[in-house]
């Protein structure tokens, strides 16, 4: 009699469980792609990476313009006295720090940017997420990297994505 009654106790809670979970409406969304390609996510994406282009361009012209002073330097080594060539070569090994310094300030400044600008993204959609499911009755929303298979119908990137353009079209990173 024990065990029946532990036995009717787990199955009325297994079947109230199911029905409840079975009233939940679902749907997934593309972060990845909503970040790329949302008005102010593709602008933010296109200035960091003209900004990386820039810089690389700068730097690969310095360590170009570094390295010929090594190979003149080392040239004009047997010319010059042993203190002469090491007052030189202390001079060329300054500039590389600079320019390393410079260099991994640069990197480090373009990361910062983009942390910021997707913190931004994400604290502008967050409201948009939480009105569009207590619009549509969503009970969740999942990332879509994490969904193994699912109906297209349950998809609601686009439409998100349409209005966070409307409400956010651009990041100023400047």
């Known amino acids: 009699m024990k065990y029946f009654v532990k036995f009717f106790v787990v199955t009325f809670l297994v079947l109230i469980s199911t029905y409840s979970f079975a009233e939940q409406k679902i749907a997934f969304i593309d972060m990845t792609y909503v970040l790329n390609k949302s008005k102010a996510g593709k602008g933010a994406q296109d200035y960091l990476n003209k900004t990386f282009k820039e810089n690389q361009k700068k730097f690969s012209n310095q ?33 590389v720090v600079d320019y390393q310094t410079k260099r991994r300030d640069s990197l480090e400044k373009i990361a910062t940017q983009r942390a910021e ?24 929303i999942l990332d879509k990297k ?27 990173l400047k």
């Open 63 to 95: 360590e170009s313009d570094l390295k010929k002073q090594e190979i003149d330097l080392l040239a004009k080594k047997s010319e010059m006295t042993q203190d002469e060539y090491k007052v030189k070569a202390d001079e060329l090994r300054k500039k």
């Open 117 to 140: 600008a997707r913190k931004k993204l994400l604290e502008k959609l967050d409201p948009i997420l939480n009105k569009y499911s207590d619009e549509n009755g969503f009970t969740l």
């Open 146 to 172: 994490n969904v193994i298979k699912g109906n297209t119908q349950l998809d609601i990137t686009e439409p998100i994505i349409e209005v966070l353009n409307k409400e956010l079209p651009s990041l100023n």
